[in-house]
């Protein structure tokens, strides 16, 4: 049985940082592509940032670019999300997701991944 589960949000002020986690399991094969979504209260949930598990390539929301870094320690199915210079816009639950196939669709829809993490909470004070 597939599972994600993420871990190491927290309440941080702003201009802090934050590694988040998410630890994986269950995969028959490694999934092609893993993702991390956020959902802020009262909002839909949003793309945030994909990496291909093993190319390595990733793609990041415009908002974010520069401030965070998603990234993957194979060895340990584990999946990363460092996040630098956080600003209370920022605030939401953090979702992983993985994908276990190609698709000639960009990785940036919800609709695009097969197994979801149940979300870890991220809230950064003014």
């Known amino acids: 049985q597939v599972q994600l589960a993420e871990s190491g949000g927290e309440l941080v002020q702003t201009g802090g940082s934050l590694r988040l986690s998410c630890a994986v399991s269950?995969?028959?094969?490694?999934?092609?592509?893993m993702g991390w979504f956020r959902q802020a209260p009262g909002k839909e949930r949003e793309f945030v940032a994909f990496i291909l598990w093993f190319g390595g390539g990733t793609y990041y929301q415009d908002s974010v670019k520069g401030r965070f870094t998603i990234s993957r320690y194979s060895a340990e199915n584990t999946l990363y999300l460092q996040m630098n210079n956080l600003k209370p816009e920022d605030t939401a639950v953090y979702y992983c997701?993985?994908?276990?196939?190609?698709?000639?669709?960009?990785?940036?829809?919800?609709?695009?991944?097969?197994?979801w993490g149940q979300g870890t909470q991220v809230t950064v004070s003014s």
């Open positions: 997701a993985a994908r276990t196939g190609y698709s000639s669709r960009w990785y940036t829809s919800q609709s695009e991944y097969d197994y």
């Open positions: 269950g995969f028959t094969h490694s999934p092609y592509v």
